[in-house]
């Protein structure tokens, strides 16, 4: 060696070992971290070096470092190589496969990686034009050991990893790579299943000869084949996979059996099986289902079944249980679609695995499945199958102890708690994963139950009538107690089969096929209600069966009385020694369950109930009466069933009055001296309610807790008859009823009014004061007058706040905390009310519009009162509280503003809050947009700090406020408005995703003529562009062309809001161009924008000539192209996109970890065929030349 390069490759040796070296100082790190890095970048004898120090004499580490030195040369410099350097190169790379490594067991994984990476960088560059005989090559080179064998297999699955999976080659090169493999893909193949087969019948031999080394080696070969298989069985044509009669798969089928081969075999064989495309391609994969390949997957089962608690068996089996699955998903695909596959054979054969890994205690593994017998009892043809439908009631019976809870990987009182440990971290991640896989047991019951109605029907019977004659299990820990708690045997049979019974009980009546008597179900009905039990926890399965048993009132009207008796039985109930305040947590959960199933059935069948009214409304009165009995929300949720059955009167009247007696008492106290004094002011309202005092404890000492819980009860108990109360669905019904008021002037239909339209409107002024003064809270002056003990009073509640960061998702852990009687404490007590009578009293505003319709709307100064109080304050209120006012208040009342008050009712609203909204959202963006320039990091350890929070508060105000502009621009049905009614859950509208086909809607056309509305409007539309959220930006973008194409219709446009518009989309392009879907949409609109607008204002086209790097003439010719008006000259869209992409390429935003990324040199290789040339002789020129080009044939008349 040159002694210059010599001294090169020992001062970078010792730079290596200095940068690895553990005890060295940071400086002498770093400094020799500069020397390496600077060798890889500029020196000359790159190359060299890098050949020199790859080969075995030295250290695995120097030789890594060495081979990354000619990987860097070949991806970073590949263009300034000289041709005699890739020669060379090339011809190293095959002689570092071939003897550059030590034996295949001794050599370290690292070194055979970068050998492979650097043969596959030069292939991604020069083969196959310039590298012909490479294939060759690499197959002589396996010929020579095991060790070449590995390498030469791991070169084909980098490459093929690189080419069809990351796809990190230039699209030319890409194609010319896959043309060239698929041309060789025959030949590859069959070299693949030698070397398996081959490998593999040597390995058993050795192993059964004892030559444990030699047989490690060959199993190390068959490992690689089956993962270089991996590569290419997901993508080739399905005629490779399955040629020779489907060799391959025999091959893996055979691997089953091999402990060391199995994983590697069922996960190639699971991507075989997956395959999508082509129903005729696809086809092939049911030769599974021959007698050879399921008894060998059957015995690979049973085997790796007896050592399932170890992890490998356990993945193994799993993956053969997805490999199962999978071809049954193929069966149902092409299953009456072809004509020529019907029952396959061994099919019984193969759903007795399926049910084995059904039953299996692992509850993941009987996941995989649940989705599968689903597909089947779907299918048209699979669900008629006699094989099949044999099998339902096997399948039926296995989900009765599916649906049990249990299995929690903290926990062993289950066989399946041992799998849970291997597939779940934590209880947290098991309770995600249980919901689901319960609902798809119970889909597969639905299912079941509509194809054999009277078969699942007589399970649920039998399960029912056993437990009602089953002695209580308590189990060990609750024994003490004498109730049950969350883990007794108990509780779990009776939860799984509450869940059970309601399942088949929702399809028994929508089946077509034969149902079981209904004498069987009432008799069941009847054995329930007649069942006693003083435990809570079994008292509340028992109503959930009950609740699931309701079909069946239709055939026994007169058994309602005592199913009302049974469930208000359970209203009222308590345990010895308990009170309203001491009850404990698993008492209230059964009560508030109770008055849930009085709403379930009074809203599912008022008609049956509605002869027991009187009764109904005496018995709500009278325990509602009783200071000790129901708590608040009891009693509004009381309140809301009987309003449903109220509304069979059908009578404007007679609801209005029973309205007026049901509100009489809230009348009383909300109108009231008293309550009408503490809502003027904040500082009086804080005193009234205890918010300057100090806490007190016992909340029954607390008399401003009884002021707080009035305000509570008046509130649940307006938005509760609200939401309830209705004018009846059929318009003659209305018109009978004295429910029509009058005609709209603008549409024509009916006006409707609500019974409890006066009663609410006449407590609508309190709110509205109320609201004002909750807004003052937030003024400096009023939060000095908190009580210390009451300083986070006004904070977010911890649920709300683990909701904003995502983290509503995540069940608690399994803790049983049903025998509590903790209350709250003072501060979360004040915390709690002052969130939910703020929530609440929007909700009733939102329900408002939706439920009072037009006199709501048109109510005497309503829309004043709203805009004086409702938007006071707005700068002192907290993004949690404002996004309520938009969410539940301000879109549900746009959305069922009726046509005839837009101009005296949405549009003062809007007005009066767009503006700030701008002000608003502009300054918090502008803090966030500037925190993420300048590259301020959240803190990790501690991700729920107050800026994560006020962050994701700020993104969530302004997708609330984007999609309120939305509904009020663009044209959206009223249906998306509606909310859930069941009880007095804070629920989500629907949310619509608007297209940029999207029109304005008539109040869209309105918001556009209105100066002091639509500026506000169109600058927080395009702003929202280049704000940093991507969600924001796609909301924003469906707004924009509308908005800007009615200004041009109007002849608002100016030269000034031209350039803004346009500049604003250039600039979300900046920010949000890394996002593949957002840069198209953003080149969409600024294409769009750009035709639009340059015909009048030549001012958009100077916005692109000061984009950095872009020349004049560019811009020029593009403009040029756009504003050409003849139509033969007009460049197609295709064209004009990539102009425009071409020239605001240098804006585009990038991915962080794109933007100082190195390029990575490509040269285009000449084309693998060369393009034939046209033959330009012309039809005269052959004619003259006295060819024969076929005109006279034409025309002579058919010999026949």
Same mark, same amino acid.
């Given at each position: 060696?040159?002694?210059?390069?010599?001294?090169?490759?020992?001062?970078?040796?010792?730079?290596?070992?200095?940068?690895?070296?553990?005890?060295?100082?940071?400086?002498?790190?770093?400094?020799?971290?500069?020397?390496?890095?600077?060798?890889?970048?500029?020196?000359?004898?790159?190359?060299?070096?890098?050949?020199?120090?790859?080969?075995?004499?030295?250290?695995?580490?120097?030789?890594?470092?060495?081979?990354?030195?000619?990987?860097?040369?070949?991806?970073?410099?590949?263009?300034?190589?000289?041709?005699?350097?890739?020669?060379?190169?090339?011809?190293?790379?095959?002689?570092?496969?071939?003897?550059?490594?030590?034996?295949?067991?001794?050599?370290?994984?690292?070194?055979?990686?970068?050998?492979?990476?650097?043969?596959?960088?030069?292939?991604?560059?020069?083969?196959?034009?310039?590298?012909?005989?490479?294939?060759?090559?690499?197959?002589?080179?396996?010929?020579?050991?095991?060790?070449?064998?590995?390498?030469?297999?791991?070169?084909?699955?980098?490459?093929?990893?690189?080419?069809?999976?990351?796809?990190?080659?230039?699209?030319?090169?890409?194609?010319?790579?896959?043309?060239?493999?698929?041309?060789?893909?025959?030949?590859?193949?069959?070299?693949? %299943?030698? *070397?398996?087969?081959?490998? $593999?019948?040597?390995?058993? +031999?050795?192993? =059964?000869?004892?030559? #444990?080394?030699? @047989? &490690?080696?060959?199993?190390?070969?068959?490992?690689?084949?089956?993962?270089?298989?991996?590569?290419?069985?997901?993508?080739?044509?399905?005629?490779?996979?399955?040629?020779?009669?489907?060799?391959?798969?025999?091959?893996?089928?055979?691997?089953?059996?091999?402990?060391?081969?199995?994983?590697?075999?069922?996960?190639?064989?699971?991507?075989?099986?997956?395959?999508?495309?082509?129903?005729?391609?696809?086809?092939?994969? %049911?030769? *599974?289902?021959?007698?050879? $390949?399921?008894?060998?997957? +059957?015995?690979? =089962?049973?085997?790796? #079944?007896?050592? @399932? &608690?170890?992890?490998?068996?356990?993945?193994?089996?799993?993956?053969?249980?997805?490999?199962?699955?999978?071809?049954?998903?193929?069966?149902?695909?092409?299953?009456?679609?072809?004509?020529?596959?019907?029952?396959?054979?061994?099919?019984?054969?193969?759903?007795?695995?399926?049910?084995?890994?059904?039953?299996?205690?692992?509850?993941?593994?009987?996941?995989?499945?649940?989705?599968?017998?689903?597909?089947?009892?779907?299918?048209?043809?699979?669900?008629?199958?006699?094989?099949?439908?044999?099998?339902?009631?096997?399948?039926?019976?296995?989900?009765?102890?599916?649906?049990?809870?249990?299995?929690?990987?903290?926990?062993?009182?289950?066989?399946?708690?041992?799998?849970?440990?291997?597939?779940?971290?934590?209880?947290?991640?098991?309770?995600?994963?249980?919901?689901?896989?319960?609902?798809?047991?119970?889909?597969?019951?639905?299912?079941?139950?509509?194809?054999?109605?009277?078969?699942?029907?007589?399970?649920?019977?039998?399960?029912?009538?056993?437990?009602?004659?089953?002695?209580?299990?308590?189990?060990?820990?609750?024994?003490?107690?004498?109730?049950?708690?969350?883990?007794?045997?108990?509780?779990?049979?009776?939860?799984?089969?509450?869940?059970?019974?309601?399942?088949?009980?929702?399809?028994?009546?929508?089946?077509?096929?034969?149902?079981?008597?209904?004498?069987?179900?009432?008799?069941?009905?009847?054995?329930?209600?007649?069942?006693?039990?003083?435990?809570?926890?079994?008292?509340?399965?028992?109503?959930?069966?009950?609740?699931?048993?309701?079909?069946?009132?239709?055939?026994?009207?007169?058994?309602?009385?005592?199913?009302?008796?049974?469930?208000?039985?359970?209203?009222?109930?308590?345990?010895?020694?308990?009170?309203?305040?001491?009850?404990?947590?698993?008492?209230?959960?059964?009560?508030?369950?109770?008055?849930?199933?009085?709403?379930?059935?009074?809203?599912?069948?008022?008609?049956?109930?509605?002869?027991?009214?009187?009764?109904?409304?005496?018995?709500?009165?009278?325990?509602?009466?009783?200071?000790?009995?129901?708590?608040?929300?009891?009693?509004?949720?009381?309140?809301?069933?009987?309003?449903?059955?109220?509304?069979?009167?059908?009578?404007?009247?007679?609801?209005?009055?029973?309205?007026?007696?049901?509100?009489?008492?809230?009348?009383?106290?909300?109108?009231?001296?008293?309550?009408?004094?503490?809502?003027?002011?904040?500082?009086?309202?804080?005193?009234?309610?205890?918010?300057?005092?100090?806490?007190?404890?016992?909340?029954?000492?607390?008399?401003?807790?009884?002021?707080?819980?009035?305000?509570?009860?008046?509130?649940?108990?307006?938005?509760?008859?609200?939401?309830?109360?209705?004018?009846?669905?059929?318009?003659?019904?209305?018109?009978?009823?004295?429910?029509?008021?009058?005609?709209?002037?603008?549409?024509?239909?009916?006006?409707?009014?609500?019974?409890?339209?006066?009663?609410?409107?006449?407590?609508?002024?309190?709110?509205?004061?109320?609201?004002?003064?909750?807004?003052?809270?937030?003024?400096?002056?009023?939060?000095?007058?908190?009580?210390?003990?009451?300083?986070?009073?006004?904070?977010?509640?911890?649920?709300?706040?683990?909701?904003?960061?995502?983290?509503?998702?995540?069940?608690?852990?399994?803790?049983?905390?049903?025998?509590?009687?903790?209350?709250?404490?003072?501060?979360?007590?004040?915390?709690?009310?002052?969130?939910?009578?703020?929530?609440?009293?929007?909700?009733?505003?939102?329900?408002?519009?939706?439920?009072?319709?037009?006199?709501?709307?048109?109510?005497?100064?309503?829309?004043?009162?709203?805009?004086?109080?409702?938007?006071?304050?707005?700068?002192?209120?907290?993004?949690?509280?404002?996004?309520?006012?938009?969410?539940?208040?301000?879109?549900?009342?746009?959305?069922?503003?009726?046509?005839?008050?837009?101009?005296?009712?949405?549009?003062?609203?809007?007005?009066?809050?767009?503006?700030?909204?701008?002000?608003?959202?502009?300054?918090?963006?502008?803090?966030?947009?500037?925190?993420?320039?300048?590259?301020?990091?959240?803190?990790?350890?501690?991700?729920?700090?107050?800026?994560?929070?006020?962050?994701?508060?700020?993104?969530?105000?302004?997708?609330?406020?984007?999609?309120?502009?939305?509904?009020?621009?663009?044209?959206?049905?009223?249906?998306?408005?509606?909310?859930?009614?069941?009880?007095?859950?804070?629920?989500?509208?629907?949310?619509?995703?608007?297209?940029?086909?999207?029109?304005?809607?008539?109040?869209?056309?309105?918001?556009?003529?209105?100066?002091?509305?639509?500026?506000?409007?169109?600058?927080?539309?395009?702003?929202?562009?280049?704000?940093?959220?991507?969600?924001?930006?796609?909301?924003?973008?469906?707004?924009?062309?509308?908005?800007?194409?009615?200004?041009?219709?109007?002849?608002?446009?100016?030269?000034?809001?031209?350039?803004?518009?346009?500049?604003?989309?250039?600039?979300?392009?900046?920010?949000?161009?890394?996002?593949?879907?957002?840069?198209?949409?953003?080149?969409?609109?600024?294409?769009?924008?750009?035709?639009?607008?340059?015909?009048?204002?030549?001012?958009?086209?100077?916005?692109?000539?000061?984009?950095?790097?872009?020349?004049?003439?560019?811009?020029?010719?593009?403009?040029?192209?756009?504003?050409?008006?003849?139509?033969?000259?007009?460049?197609?869209?295709?064209?004009?996109?990539?102009?425009?992409?071409?020239?605001?390429?240098?804006?585009?935003?990038?991915?962080?970890?794109?933007?100082?990324?190195?390029?990575?040199?490509?040269?285009?290789?000449?084309?693998?065929?060369?393009?034939?040339?046209?033959?330009?002789?012309?039809?005269?020129?052959?004619?003259?030349?006295?060819?024969?080009?076929?005109?006279?044939?034409?025309?002579?008349?058919?010999?026949?």
């Amino acid at each position: 060696m040159d002694p210059n390069l010599q001294q090169i490759v020992s001062k970078l040796c010792l730079a290596v070992e200095t940068v690895m070296n553990p005890v060295v100082c940071q400086s002498d790190r770093l400094a020799a971290h500069q020397i390496c890095e600077d060798f890889k970048d500029n020196s000359p004898y790159c190359v060299q070096v890098g050949i020199s120090i790859s080969s075995k004499e030295y250290s695995p580490v120097i030789r890594h470092f060495g081979l990354q030195l000619l990987e860097h040369c070949i991806k970073f410099r590949w263009i300034n190589l000289s041709f005699d350097e890739k020669q060379y190169l090339k011809q190293n790379s095959l002689q570092l496969l071939d003897t550059g490594t030590k034996y295949l067991l001794e050599e370290e994984l690292h070194v055979k990686d970068a050998i492979s990476r650097i043969v596959v960088e030069l292939m991604k560059r020069e083969w196959p034009q310039n590298w012909q005989s490479l294939m060759t090559d690499l197959h002589n080179i396996s010929q020579h050991g095991e060790t070449q064998t590995e390498l030469v297999l791991m070169v084909f699955h980098r490459l093929v990893e690189d080419v069809v999976a990351f796809q990190n080659v230039p699209n030319q090169r890409r194609r010319e790579i896959l043309q060239s493999l698929t041309a060789q893909i025959s030949q590859l193949f069959h070299f693949f %299943l030698t *070397l398996l087969e081959t490998h $593999a019948a040597q390995y058993k +031999l050795l192993v =059964a000869e004892g030559k #444990e080394r030699d @047989s &490690l080696a060959l199993n190390r070969v068959s490992q690689s084949v089956l993962m270089t298989l991996t590569g290419f069985v997901d993508w080739v044509n399905m005629s490779h996979v399955v040629e020779n009669n489907g060799r391959l798969l025999q091959l893996l089928c055979l691997l089953l059996d091999d402990s060391s081969l199995q994983l590697h075999a069922a996960e190639c064989l699971l991507l075989v099986v997956s395959r999508k495309g082509k129903l005729e391609d696809r086809k092939p994969i %049911l030769i *599974l289902f021959s007698e050879g $390949a399921m008894s060998t997957i +059957l015995t690979a =089962a049973i085997a790796a #079944e007896k050592a @399932s &608690l170890d992890e490998y068996y356990y993945l193994f089996l799993k993956r053969l249980c997805q490999v199962l699955t999978e071809i049954g998903k193929q069966l149902v695909a092409l299953w009456g679609t072809d004509p020529e596959v019907g029952v396959p054979p061994n099919f019984s054969t193969y759903l007795e695995a399926l049910l084995a890994f059904t039953v299996h205690k692992s509850q993941m593994l009987g996941s995989f499945t649940q989705t599968l017998w689903a597909l089947f009892l779907r299918h048209e043809h699979i669900s008629k199958d006699e094989t099949l439908v044999s099998f339902i009631p096997r399948v039926v019976t296995a989900a009765t102890q599916s649906l049990l809870k249990v299995g929690y990987p903290s926990q062993n009182n289950y066989p399946s708690c041992a799998y849970s440990k291997l597939d779940f971290d934590s209880d947290e991640e098991f309770n995600m994963f249980f919901p689901r896989y319960r609902a798809e047991v119970a889909d597969t019951v639905r299912l079941a139950t509509l194809l054999q109605p009277k078969l699942t029907f007589s399970i649920a019977y039998d399960w029912l009538k056993t437990q009602l004659q089953k002695p209580l299990d308590i189990g060990e820990v609750g024994v003490e107690k004498g109730i049950c708690n969350l883990s007794s045997p108990s509780f779990l049979e009776w939860d799984a089969l509450g869940v059970f019974l309601e399942s088949v009980m929702l399809r028994l009546m929508a089946s077509t096929n034969d149902k079981p008597d209904t004498t069987e179900g009432i008799e069941l009905l009847q054995r329930v209600l007649v069942y006693q039990t003083q435990d809570p926890l079994i008292l509340s399965c028992l109503l959930s069966c009950i609740s699931a048993l309701f079909p069946l009132l239709l055939y026994t009207p007169e058994t309602i009385p005592v199913v009302l008796d049974k469930i208000f039985g359970a209203v009222i109930f308590n345990l010895p020694g308990q009170t309203k305040g001491t009850r404990s947590r698993a008492v209230k959960n059964v009560r508030q369950h109770a008055c849930s199933i009085v709403v379930k059935i009074c809203k599912q069948y008022p008609a049956l109930i509605f002869p027991a009214f009187d009764s109904l409304y005496s018995h709500i009165k009278l325990i509602s009466n009783d200071p000790e009995q129901l708590s608040q929300m009891e009693k509004t949720i009381l309140v809301e069933a009987i309003m449903l059955i109220s509304n069979q009167f059908n009578d404007f009247e007679k609801q209005s009055a029973f309205i007026k007696e049901i509100l009489s008492p809230v009348h009383e106290l909300w109108t009231s001296k008293e309550f009408t004094q503490a809502f003027l002011a904040p500082d009086i309202f804080m005193s009234y309610v205890g918010l300057d005092q100090a806490a007190v404890e016992p909340s029954s000492a607390d008399t401003c807790g009884i002021n707080r819980s009035h305000i509570s009860y008046c509130i649940h108990t307006m938005l509760g008859v609200l939401k309830r109360s209705k004018w009846p669905d059929d318009l003659q019904a209305c018109q009978r009823g004295g429910f029509v008021i009058g005609t709209s002037n603008v549409t024509g239909s009916p006006i409707l009014r609500n019974p409890a339209t006066s009663h609410i409107l006449a407590l609508l002024n309190n709110l509205i004061t109320l609201l004002k003064t909750q807004n003052g809270l937030w003024l400096p002056d009023y939060l000095r007058l908190r009580h210390p003990d009451f300083e986070k009073a006004y904070d977010l509640l911890e649920v709300d706040k683990l909701a904003i960061l995502g983290k509503n998702g995540i069940p608690p852990p399994c803790i049983d905390n049903t025998d509590s009687t903790t209350c709250k404490q003072p501060l979360a007590r004040v915390k709690s009310f002052l969130g939910m009578i703020h929530d609440n009293s929007y909700h009733i505003l939102g329900n408002a519009g939706q439920c009072l319709g037009y006199e709501f709307y048109s109510a005497s100064n309503i829309i004043t009162f709203l805009q004086d109080s409702v938007f006071s304050y707005q700068e002192f209120i907290p993004d949690y509280r404002l996004r309520p006012v938009i969410r539940v208040f301000m879109k549900p009342f746009i959305l069922n503003c009726p046509k005839d008050c837009y101009t005296s009712a949405a549009l003062p609203l809007l007005i009066k809050l767009c503006p700030y909204m701008l002000q608003r959202l502009s300054g918090k963006w502008q803090i966030i947009n500037s925190r993420f320039q300048i590259g301020i990091e959240h803190d990790d350890d501690n991700p729920e700090s107050q800026e994560v929070l006020e962050d994701q508060l700020t993104r969530q105000l302004t997708r609330e406020y984007i999609e309120l502009l939305a509904y009020g621009l663009t044209k959206k049905s009223h249906s998306d408005a509606q909310t859930d009614d069941i009880g007095m859950e804070d629920t989500e509208i629907t949310k619509p995703t608007p297209h940029k086909e999207d029109s304005l809607s008539e109040l869209g056309h309105l918001c556009m003529k209105t100066d002091a509305l639509f500026p506000s409007m169109l600058f927080c539309i395009f702003n929202g562009l280049s704000w940093n959220d991507t969600m924001v930006c796609q909301r924003c973008f469906s707004l924009c062309w509308p908005m800007v194409k009615q200004l041009l219709l109007d002849g608002v446009m100016t030269s000034e809001a031209a350039v803004f518009v346009f500049s604003s989309v250039l600039s979300g392009l900046q920010l949000h161009g890394q996002h593949e879907g957002s840069q198209a949409n953003l080149l969409n609109l600024a294409l769009q924008l750009y035709e639009a607008l340059r015909p009048q204002f030549i001012e958009v086209k100077e916005i692109l000539i000061q984009i950095p790097n872009v020349s004049k003439p560019a811009v020029e010719n593009f403009d040029d192209k756009i504003l050409q008006s003849c139509p033969q000259k007009q460049l197609p869209e295709k064209k004009k996109k990539e102009a425009l992409k071409n020239i605001v390429f240098e804006i585009i935003g990038k991915n962080l970890g794109q933007q100082f990324r190195r390029e990575v040199h490509y040269k285009n290789l000449p084309p693998l065929f060369k393009p034939r040339r046209k033959n330009n002789t012309s039809i005269v020129e052959s004619e003259s030349s006295g060819k024969d080009i076929g005109l006279c044939s034409l025309f002579q008349p058919n010999s026949d």
